[in-house]
């Protein structure tokens, strides 16, 4: 496992990194990719800016190990330091509870049209299309359902669509922690779109938790 090394590289040498030290009247701040980081151990020896370089690569993702016999720090490919987590795949996100802990995450695979209508509608969408998913149940202390009525579809030109009554491969099912369900959601919409806006809410009585804008294939 990587010792807990602080290797200080001067600031300079960071901006090549996209890392840049800004003087504040309480001190300094440092801006990664243009958010200001938090805890960040900064000194200033002799008139010159210190950062620890393990904790900017964390910050930007990158590893950053060192090699005691050789006196060697790697940065990037090739180290065997830790690298922060990747970032949520397009179309993913993941529900956290107040401490940061996952409870559960779902992804929009894809959204396809349809030509089948439901004869016994009394809606005559000008596009069917289905909406096919995944989620899964990380450590939420109940059994998860997720259908789909906490999604909302808005088409291309800002209408929101509906449910539509037909009938999909998979159907949404209640499953305990560690479970998996893949499950499809049919929606019209008024108006033929070669996208659509899908947003999430996990309070049904609240706002948008998170919006995807997905092509239809």
């Known amino acids: 496992m990587l010792k807990h090394w602080k ?4 600031a300079l040498v960071l901006c090549l990194v996209f890392v840049s030290g800004v003087m504040a009247a309480s001190g300094i701040k440092l801006i990664v ?6 805890g960040v151990d900064i000194r200033i020896i002799n008139g010159t800016t210190y950062l620890p370089l393990k904790a900017v690569g964390d910050l930007l993702g990158v590893s950053v190990a060192w090699d005691g016999k050789t006196k060697t720090v790697t940065v990037g490919s090739g180290g065997s330091g830790t690298t922060a987590p990747p970032a949520a795949a397009k179309n993913e996100y993941t529900v956290k509870d107040s401490t940061g802990k996952a409870l559960y995450s779902f992804k929009i695979n894809k959204i396809t049209t349809t030509e089948e209508r439901n004869q016994f509608s009394d809606k005559n969408p000008a596009q069917v299309i289905i909406i096919d ?5 990380i450590a939420n202390p109940e059994d998860l359902f997720l259908g789909d009525i906490y999604f909302k579809v808005i088409d291309a030109t800002g209408v929101v669509g509906y ?3 037909n009938s999909p491969t998979n159907y949404a099912q209640t499953i305990p922690a560690g479970a ?3 499950a499809q959601m049919i929606f019209g919409i008024d108006h033929a779109s070669k996208s659509v806006k899908v947003n999430f809410y996990q309070d049904l009585f609240g706002s948008v938790t998170k919006s995807f804008t997905v092509p239809v294939e």
């Open 7 to 10: 290797v200080w590289v001067g």
């Open 33 to 38: 990719n243009g958010k200001t980081a938090q």
């Open 133 to 137: 998913y995944t989620y899964t149940n």
């Open 163 to 165: 449910t539509y009554p």
């Open 180 to 182: 998996t369900c893949n």
